[in-house]
């Protein structure tokens, strides 16, 4: 019987209003979102999280006051060690939940995982197209926490996952079988600096094969667009931003489908910021329809497409592999698989 440790990895939140303005200051802090000296990143991220905090706040208090990233990173955690449990009866599976930025953080996951004395651990990112701001992010700050044994294995990403898609194309096309004029599908995902994707950041080609394998899913003649949201600081930003292609798509006479193809759990900028701050942006625009796509959450599907990425890391010898339907040829000059390095 082996005991295996599946990480699962995630920016986390915030689970009160106090915790607003220190999860912001983690999140500054990290190189990978700020890449400056360590002393002036600190203070950097000091005044950034303190002018962030008031509008933040303002926006978890209006989800309750509080993310509920964790709870719905716990349920998925469950339902991920139950499929694993069915599949590999023999074993003893635990799923482990590591947080980047806010409680339960990398080096809890990590004492709790070498508590558990795993013979095999997957690392498995809920990032299913790689970033350096979140897979390689969330992985350098596990591997400077781990001391535990176990053989360690990591999915860097999953953009084109059979299942993972098919959760995807299984949802929009309920929307657009219900839908009652033209529609566009919108896929929006996270944005990042235009420097970092010019510096080899495989992250935006992957957002748009995710997006080309879901339309593929749906037969292939779907009106739709891929943009991105979030947008902060002064950097120029990959685009189209979603707020733009929501105008265009109104200008031309489509309601529109948003489908938050890069979040796999409901948060702050699919709950405040698609349900709310873009639908009222919509509707000022006098846009026809207004639908979005929930995260896969705790859908059927994409708990088998976990499961899968899960059984296809620990059947094979490679540290770090993509599921199924990635080749690393496509990722550019940053590829954590083809290097072979864990992070």
Not at 172 to 180: Q, V
Not at 217 to 244: F, M, N
Not at 290 to 305: C, M
Request: proline share 7%; charged share 20%; net charge positive.
């Amino acid at each position: 019987m082996a005991k295996i440790a599946v990480v699962l990895f995630n920016l986390g939140g915030p689970d009160s209003l106090k915790a607003v303005q220190p999860f912001l200051q983690n999140l500054f802090s990290d190189p990978a979102i700020i890449s400056i000296p360590a002393p002036f990143r600190q203070i950097l991220a000091r005044v950034i999280s303190t002018r962030r905090a008031k509008t933040s706040s303002l926006n978890y208090a209006m989800m309750g006051g509080a993310s509920p990233l964790l709870k719905e990173t716990q349920g998925q955690a469950e339902a991920l060690a139950a499929a694993l449990g069915k599949r590999r009866k023999g074993d003893q599976v635990r799923t482990f939940i590591a947080m980047r930025y806010w409680d339960p953080l990398t080096a809890d996951a990590a004492r709790l995982v070498a508590d558990f004395a795993p013979d095999e651990i997957v690392l498995l990112p809920l990032y299913p197209q790689y970033s350096t701001a979140t897979t390689r992010s969330s992985v350098n700050a596990w591997t400077r926490a781990y001391r535990g044994p176990g053989r360690t294995r990591e999915v860097c990403c999953y953009p084109a996952e059979p299942s993972f898609v098919k959760a995807h194309a299984d949802l929009i096309a309920a929307a657009l079988n219900g839908a009652k004029g033209p529609m566009k599908v919108l896929f929006s995902a996270h944005g990042l600096p235009e420097k970092t994707i010019a510096g080899g950041d495989p992250y935006q080609k992957q957002v748009e094969a995710t997006a080309a394998a879901v339309v593929k899913a749906l037969g292939g003649k779907v009106d739709h667009a891929v943009c991105y949201q979030s947008r902060v600081g002064p950097l120029k930003w990959i685009g189209p931003s979603t707020v733009e292609a929501i105008a265009t798509a109104t200008d031309k006479g489509f309601g529109v489908i948003v489908v938050p193809i890069a979040f796999v759990s409901e948060h702050v900028e699919t709950l405040i910021e698609l349900d709310h701050d873009y639908k009222g942006q919509a509707e000022a625009l006098g846009c026809s329809a207004y639908t979005r796509i929930p995260t896969l959450s705790l859908d059927k599907t994409f708990t088998t497409s976990l499961a899968d990425l899960v059984e296809g890391a620990l059947s094979s010898d490679a540290a770090v592999a993509p599921g199924k339907g990635w080749t690393c040829e496509a990722c550019g000059p940053i590829c954590p698989a083809r290097e072979g390095l864990i992070g």
